[in-house]
């Protein structure tokens, strides 16, 4: 059984700081996929990424893929209240498995 | 632009009643599944559809069955709640084929006296 570990659990910040989160599989990761969920909501695709070593870039986040495809981490860079949420990384393999997440709080 | 809609927003059970949950999505797609989301533990596969008449069990299937009549429904019953069963219970669908976009519903949120 594939287990996903996000890292760190809670992240609290100013607005304006950098943040980077990070998703460690425990095997080879099929298709990754970040989301970020508001309160009240449900998850909401971030981007998806396939190929070891891929770097995407939406806005101000940045997501990384490992060459090995083990790992992830999310760097989202000036940092606005907007980007509060709890943020999921997911392995789809047909079906997704989902980490715990990160919960990111940006104080304004 | 409805998308995914779940019924009802908040619901409260006593231990032993039975309940449905329903999920509708209109954008036709193939693919619907339920997940649980519990504090520090992610969201967890209940059920899933990959078609009408198509259902199989997910990671967490104990206690609950679905089915699909329809594309477009998938309801979830929970048969004799329980408090472990207290939970947020999110649906979601996608067009079935391989990375595609999930569409999350906005959850129901479930507790179990």
């Known amino acids: 059984t594939q287990l996903l570990e996000q890292s760190p659990q809670f992240l609290s910040i100013q607005e304006g700081e950098n943040l980077t989160v990070y998703c460690n599989s425990s095997s080879v990761f099929s298709s990754l996929q970040w989301y970020r969920q508001e309160p009240g909501e449900g998850p909401v695709l971030l981007v998806t990424v396939v190929t070891g070593g891929e770097v995407k870039k939406l806005k101000r986040l940045t997501f990384q893929f490992g060459d090995a495809r083990k790992d992830s981490s999310l760097h989202i860079t000036a940092a606005q209240p907007g980007d509060t949420g709890l943020y999921l990384c997911a392995d789809y393999d047909y079906k997704l498995s989902f980490g715990a997440g990160t919960t990111v709080t940006v104080r304004a | 632009n409805a998308g995914v809609t779940q019924t009802p927003k908040f619901q409260v059970l006593k231990t032993g009643q039975s309940m449905t949950l329903q999920c509708a999505q209109d954008?036709?797609?193939?693919?619907m599944s339920w997940y649980r989301q519990d504090p520090g533990m992610g969201l967890r596969l209940i059920h899933y559809?990959?078609?009408?008449?198509?259902?199989d069990q997910g990671e967490v299937p104990n206690g609950y069955n679905v089915s699909r009549s329809t594309t477009e429904d998938f309801p979830l019953r929970l048969l004799s709640a329980a408090p472990s069963q207290t939970s947020v219970y999110f649906c979601a669908s996608s067009t079935n084929r391989g990375n595609e976009k999930l569409f999350f519903g906005s959850g129901t949120q479930l507790s179990v006296l």
């Open positions: 559809s990959v078609g009408a008449g198509i259902t």
């Open positions: 954008m036709n797609h193939e693919y």
